[in-house]
């Protein structure tokens, strides 16, 4: 399985044009032998003077044989570092996994954590790091998370229920696109449904908006609470939340709409975002000579 993928990402290398550095080439161990660990992680520092990062362009082959190895991948969220940097990971052997990995968590910089987070699904033994996904869910760095949450199969093979509702509710909190969360309809559960109703209601509460995307979480799930929440958002005046509410209602899960639905939410959070990067609100309570 290693191995297997290892030539998977050697091939979407090669289809990307890019190629392993001679060094890292001769640095990595041969079957059978084991990583000089220095040299493992100037290896991973150095990927980033082999240019910019660029991303990725996949044909439908190469998306294939990378999601025979990675359930959820998505070259949204890969560039050309994170995959060199993931045909590292494949080489490490079992006995090194947790030495080699580890280390670069607690003093890697950002950009070499999120490229953990992403290539961890491809190593060995990946199912053995489940400590080290639940550690890094804690992060309030949002592209760490992202790394951790999106598009990673990890979580949802990995973690316990308190976990795992942990990294929904975070999302939810951070705004995130849950349809990107890998196998988010397999580990709905009532709990957690009415975790996310309570949720909803204190953002009412306090006249905030709330994720229409939360209310997959709730359906088919028979519970006064759920059935009160959704005739609320039935009722808002936001014609996303009021459509969620109405797929929520729905006897048959739909995973195309709730995709549809997720997409349209994030492209409209991406508008707002850049409006208020481009003409922000006045600071109205400011001092004048600030103005």
């Known amino acids: 399985m290693a191995n297997d993928a290892k030539r998977a990402v050697e091939a979407l290398l090669r289809h990307q044009g890019l190629d392993v550095s001679a060094s890292a080439l001769d640095a990595a161990p041969s079957p059978g032998e084991s990583w000089d660990p220095l040299q493992f992680w100037m290896q991973f520092a150095d990927v ?10 996949l044909s439908r082959v190469d998306f294939g044989a990378m999601a025979t190895h990675y359930p959820g991948f998505s070259p949204r969220y890969w560039d050309s570092h994170v995959l060199r940097r993931a045909w590292l990971m494949t080489t490490i052997p ?16 950002l950009r070499e954590q999120q490229a953990v987070y992403r290539g961890l699904p491809l190593v060995v033994n990946a199912d053995a790091f489940g400590s080290l996904v639940a ?8 592209d760490v998370f992202q790394a951790i949450a999106l598009g990673n199969p990890l979580p949802a093979r990995l ?9 929904v ?10 349809y990107r969360i890998h196998q988010l309809d397999a580990r709905r559960s ?15 509460a306090a006249g905030r908006h709330v994720h229409p995307e939360l209310w997959r979480l ?38 195309t709409a709730w995709r549809e639905l997720g997409e349209t939410y994030e492209i409209t959070r991406a508008s707002i975002d850049a409006r208020q990067v481009l003409y922000p609100a006045p600071l109205n309570n400011a001092p004048k000579e600030a103005l």
């Not at 973690?159 to 990294?167: C, E, S, Y």
């Open 94 to 109: 079992e006995h090194q996994t947790l030495e080699l990995i580890r280390p670069l968590i607690d003093y890697g910089d």
């Open 135 to 142: 550690l890094g869910v804690r992060t309030n760095i949002l």
């Open 218 to 255: 709730v359906q088919g799930i028979d519970h006064p609470d759920v059935r009160a929440a959704l005739r609320r958002a039935a009722e808002d005046e936001d014609p996303l939340t009021a459509r969620a509410a109405a797929l929520a209602t729905r006897e048959a899960l739909d995973p």
């Open 190 to 204: 009532p709990e957690l449904a009415l975790t996310a109703v309570d949720f909803a209601s204190e953002r009412w």
């Open 48 to 57: 980033r003077r082999q240019g910019p990062a660029a991303p990725l362009f």
């Open 169 to 178: 509710l975070k999302a939810i909190f951070m705004d995130q696109p849950l």
């Open 159 to 167: 973690l316990d229920a308190p976990a795992w509702a942990q990294v």
